[in-house]
């Protein structure tokens, strides 16, 4: 199958988009990053050979990052199915499977695996909250509002998936197209505004940010699912070696002062440890001299960790 990745960036994301890639490609990932961005590029992605509506830099000899500048009021959070349904459109209709990574996350498995995943069904992992009942009031005020808009219901659920990663084939982009839909819908109805994080927190329709309404979006489709859970992203601190997620309120791996946080009780994260694994190689985010004192600090930050939690 061939298949694209794709995310979201701005300011210092910038980190977190050069270790995804490396990520992938040290687990079998050869083809393209399309990476969407608002402001300036980073010193790392260069040089840099202008394509149609692109600019692209050479990971390897067989990976790009494929840079896109966008103008756009949205906050890039609700602007995900935007993104993947303009890159299938203009970019790279060619592409069977594409697969958005929110640029906090670092992966750990083999690129073989998510190629197989998403031939079951449109990949997902669940949240950290990951339980909303089917009877949850939340989850009843969406689908009334949904119905209201002329949608039908066609699945129930007790699981809540997290946004940051999806993966589906082109014959499914149907789905995006509808979680698009919803996010705009509701803005012009004036439940939520798209230029915030927090669409409607504490006041109906109860629109937390944009996983919401792509767990609506999955409530009012019959698209197969094939979904992992909470532990895909390491949330709880457990992992079965998918991926790891910085989501929501976590200090991304790039700003954490790790000796810092230890000292107060906080040891480093498996996010964080993923992370300084892939700083390097193949794009060097770091000086030598940079990444020998961060692996220190992890280091003495973890043995912290020990001694407080024995403590």
Known sequence: MLAAVCT??????????????????????????WAGYR????AWAKPLKNGQGYQEFSVASDCVIRFIQLKTSKCFTNYKPDFMLQLWENYCPEVEG???????IVNKCSWDFYLEWVSRGITLCEDAYDYMPVNHPYRLSWKELAERYGHTYHRQTDRYYN?????????????????????????????????DFCLSLGRYPYFQSDQCVLNLALMLTSEPLSTVSRLGMDFGGASVNIMSHASGSQIKPWRKQLIFKALGGEAPTLTDKAYWQHTQTPIQ?????QYAQQKIALRTAAAIGRFVRRS
């Open 8 to 33: 979201l960036f701005e300011g210092d994301y910038h980190y977190g988009v050069g270790v995804l890639t490396n990520s992938l490609y040290n687990h079998g990932f050869r083809g393209v990053v």
């Open 39 to 42: 402001g300036t590029l980073p």
């Open 98 to 104: 594409l697969f958005y990574f929110d640029p906090d």
């Open 163 to 195: 946004a940051g990663f999806i993966g589906l084939k082109q014959n499914q982009k149907a789905v995006l197209s509808l979680w698009q839909k919803l996010l705009e819908t509701f803005e012009s109805e004036g439940y939520i505004n798209l230029s």
């Open 285 to 289: 985010m770091y000086s030598s001299t």
